[in-house]
């Protein structure tokens, strides 16, 4: 089974400074990749998604990812937060037929 | 506008009795979702379906329901055989089993 590892289950980061929240996964066949938020109490909404093509992708919010076949890891980054992004962050890895997420990175922007 | 609409968002029920959990979606996707989560432990798979009148277990299907007897819905029902209902219940749904997944605003369940 495919399984899904986010390293940080909290990272605190000031205003304004960049941050790099942690995603590997293990499976060595070909996979979709992930990245979705989540504010308190409410569903996820997609951040952005590998599929194909080039290993950088770029999301909403100013968010964009890298996606590392050899070290089968998809780190999201962002090089300046804002308090509003302040929230909870799930990795996940979709094989063809079915979704694993990752157990999740909160993040706190401290101002 | 399109989406996921799941209902009710806060629902409390007495221990011993059943509940179902609606969820509707206008996006025309196939395939639909239930996921169950608890504080650090992520998203687990409750039940999917790929296509109407057909759906497969998850990882922690025991103690849960579900039919797909129209495209558009994907009721779960919660058991009296769920050993710890307590939790946020979140509906997705996607075009194809690889793509992404839309998500509701989820449904707190409490039983008391």
């Known amino acids: 089974a495919q399984s899904v590892t986010q390293l940080d289950s909290q990272v605190p980061v000031f205003e304004e400074a960049p941050v790099e929240l942690r995603c590997n996964y293990s499976s060595s066949v070909s996979v979709y990749l992930f990245w979705y938020v989540q504010y308190p109490n409410q569903g996820l909404q997609l951040l952005l998604k590998y599929l194909s093509g080039s290993t950088l992708v770029k999301g909403i919010n100013g968010f964009e990812a890298e996606f590392n076949k050899s070290q089968t890891s998809f780190h999201l980054r962002k090089p300046s937060v804002h308090i509003s992004d302040t929230a909870e962050y799930f990795c996940a890895v979709n094989t063809g037929n079915q979704f694993y997420f990752g157990t999740g990175t909160s993040l706190t922007v401290i101002p | 506008d399109g989406g996921i609409t799941q209902s009710p968002k806060y629902l409390f029920r007495k221990e011993g009795q059943n509940v179902t959990l609606s969820c509707e979606q206008n996006l025309n996707h196939d395939a639909m979702y239930w996921y169950r989560q608890d504080p650090g432990q992520g998203l687990r798979l409750i039940y999917y379906?790929?296509?109407?009148?057909?759906?497969q277990k998850g990882d922690i299907a025991e103690g849960y329901s579900v039919s797909r007897e129209k495209k558009e819905s994907f009721p779960l029902t919660v058991t009296s055989a769920q050993k710890n209902p307590t939790a946020f219940y979140l509906c997705?749904?996607?075009?194809?089993?690889?793509?992404?997944?839309?998500f509701g605003q989820g449904t707190r369940l409490t039983v008391v």
């Open positions: 379906s790929q296509i109407v009148n057909d759906f």
């Open positions: 997705a749904s996607s075009l194809a089993s690889w793509a992404e997944a839309f």
